[in-house]
């Protein structure tokens, strides 16, 4: 498509992404600089509805940005006023008592919301700053200027053939070229891939790391109802060689957020993530809790766990990464929105500060330092050995060390592990199929526990099927050559939307097929996929998951 000739829009600032990190940016850049024009491209068929987080939120970021949230009517509505941490066993469970956990996990303070009703609030305090944001808009290709750097974005290419070529029906999309370009896509971004490559942004830094987190809605019954109530689990069903656990949060309106993250370092290729995220909620603990409710709606996405020793340089020549698409989660706290509201502001500061001296196209060194010595360096500095214990020593193993840790520097403020490295990436943690055995899972019972497919339609995800697939394989025999040999095809089992199957016919060769219709855009494959043989591209815009309050 690069050869088309396309209408551009020149602007001061290009923002890809309507995430917590590009919609801080955009209204930071506005506050200090009505004239600057600002815009912001959100794949979603509108803003918030490829939001998916837990979430417990941090107001850090939101409070630095406009102090005045609450009286602006900012959907925070349900302080967090009570905090529980349970290691489950199949039957029963222990619960952790709070004044062993270190400080810093305390909740108090934070609210339990929905981000993709933060994200639409945060979209109308904007516009109304002047912001023009359009959503339905896939940000798919990146432009460069002759000296090599970042020039701008294509966005809006529509009704492609299913052959990737060009149509009748097709519509190029159109340029968008700016002073500096901000890749806020939030974890694996697509371009945000493309750039660290590009750039060599993640030379001196350890390998990203990912869990996968899969979360429902649920509506109770109200005598089971707590609002405000944050739990979070570890043990049962995922056991203590795999890291990950649930979470449990009690909304207002009768509704409970639960989810289940799994750390995608995972060995065995035979871990069915989804089955996992089913099974638990068949412990007697939270079963008690959904008996008669009803679940109403499901989703999926990849969430970054890498941390402090993970963050890549974040400027380039022409841009910046914010957010996750930098991986800016403290995995202790399961908490990224804070990081990356502050990561918006700051790359805002440094390209208003850069636009005001007549600078463009070059990179915004002042981010970087900003990122990693400010507080989003600090929040994340702390905790920066909690995922590599975890990897090393398995979840109780990290649970102790990593808690130890994160006690020595709150009291001494030095780790005695320094910096401990992470080691694979996850796709190469991966093992052989042959070396571990199958699990098998219960039926779903259709009450607590759903199949894939059924819960997908509760994500409400749609694509236009005749477009090309979004799931780019580089090469196509590798699922059955290598894959499926080698690894029992995990592409089965880890996607949490059933897209990819191995297909097997009486006297046919096995087939892999890729249902990319069903997609959620979590971005498991191309993360964990150990042949690293899967890309994710952005659909056309709109596509996607439609997803009402996650
Ligand atoms: C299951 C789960 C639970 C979590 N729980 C919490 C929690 O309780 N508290 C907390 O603080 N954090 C939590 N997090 C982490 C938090 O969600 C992330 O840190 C946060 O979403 C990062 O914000 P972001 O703006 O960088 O990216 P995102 O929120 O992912 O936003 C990125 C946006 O960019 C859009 N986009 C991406 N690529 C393109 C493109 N090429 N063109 C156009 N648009 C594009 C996406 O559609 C999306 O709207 C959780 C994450 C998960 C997955
Ligand atoms: S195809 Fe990939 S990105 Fe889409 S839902 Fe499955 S694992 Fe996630």
Redesign the pocket.
């Known amino acids: 498509m690069s050869e088309v000739t396309r209408e551009a829009m020149e602007y001061d600032v290009v923002i890809?992404?309507?995430?917590?990190?590009?919609l801080s940016a955009a209204i930071r850049l506005k506050q200090l600089d009505a004239s600057l024009d600002v815009v912001v491209?959100?794949?979603?068929s509108e803003v918030g509805a490829?939001?998916?987080?837990?979430?417990?939120?941090?107001p850090s970021g939101l409070t630095r940005l406009m102090p005045d949230w609450k009286e602006k009517g900012a959907p925070l509505n349900v302080p967090v006023k009570e905090d529980n941490f349970y290691v489950l066993g199949e039957g029963g469970q222990i619960r952790l008592p709070n004044f062993i956990m270190p400080p810093l996990m305390n909740n108090h303070g934070n609210y339990i919301v929905s981000?993709g009703n933060v994200?639409r609030w945060m979209a109308e305090q904007a516009e109304e700053l002047g912001v023009e944001i359009f959503p339905g808009?896939?940000?798919?290709e990146l432009v460069y200027h002759d000296d090599g750097s970042l020039k701008g974005v294509v966005?809006g290419v529509f009704g492609l053939e299913a052959d990737g070529t060009i149509g009748e029906n097709t519509e190029p999309g159109m340029e968008l070229h700016g002073k500096y370009v901000f890749l806020?896509?939030?974890?694996r971004?697509?371009?945000s891939k493309e750039v660290i490559a590009k750039y060599n942004l993640d030379a001196g830094c350890d390998v990203p790391k990912f869990g996968l987190?899969?979360?429902e809605i649920w509506e109770v019954d109200p005598d089971k109802h707590n609002e405000g109530e944050v739990t979070h689990t570890m043990g049962w069903p995922l056991g203590f060689k795999n890291s990950g656990g649930s979470?449990v949060y009690h909304l207002d309106k009768n509704q409970v957020y639960v989810?289940y993250?799994i750390d995608l370092n995972y060995k065995n290729p035979h871990l069915f993530p989804y089955m996992e995220f089913q099974r638990f909620k068949h412990h007697p603990k939270i079963a008690k809790l959904l008996e008669g409710g009803k679940r109403i709606s499901y989703g999926a996405?990849?969430?970054?766990k890498g941390g402090f020793q993970s963050i890549p340089e974040v400027s380039f020549p022409g841009g910046a990464l914010?957010?996750?698409?930098a991986g800016?989660?403290n995995l202790p706290r399961?908490?990224?929105?804070?990081?990356?509201m502050h990561s918006g502001i700051e790359a805002a500061e440094a390209a208003h500060a850069a636009i005001k001296d007549g600078r463009s196209g070059d990179r915004l060194e002042a981010y970087d330092i900003a990122l990693k010595t400010g507080v989003v360096g600090k929040d994340l500095k702390r905790v920066r050995n909690v995922a590599p214990l975890n990897g090393k020593f398995g979840p109780l193993g990290g649970l102790a060390l990593g808690g130890f840790d994160m006690w020595a520097q709150t009291i001494l403020r030095v780790s005695p592990f320094g910096t401990v490295k992470h080691g694979k990436t996850d796709a190469q943690s991966t093992g052989k199929a042959s070396d571990y055995a199958p699990i098998d899972y219960p039926k779903p019972d259709g009450k607590l526990s759903f199949d894939r497919l059924t819960n997908v339609s509760y994500s409400f995800t749609n694509h236009e099927e005749s477009q090309p697939a979004h799931l780019h394989l580089k090469d196509a025999s590798i699922p059955i050559s290598v894959n499926l040999k080698d690894y029992a095809e995990p592409a089965q089992r880890y996607c949490p939307a059933g897209v990819y199957e191995v297909v097997e016919e009486d006297g046919k060769d096995p087939r892999f097929v890729i249902n990319f219709q069903n997609c959620v855009?979590c971005k498991t494959c191309d993360i964990k996929d150990p042949s690293q043989n899967i890309t994710w591209v952005?659909p056309q815009g709109g596509d996607g998951p439609n997803y009402p309050n996650m």
């Open positions: 890809v992404g309507a995430g917590p990190a590009g491209l959100e794949k979603g490829h939001i998916l987080s837990g979430a417990v939120l941090d981000m994200c808009m896939a940000c798919s966005a806020s896509e939030g974890v971004g697509s371009l987190g899969m979360k979470f989810g993250i996405r990849a969430v970054t914010l957010g996750c698409s800016l989660v399961i908490k990224g929105n804070h990081n990356a855009h952005t």
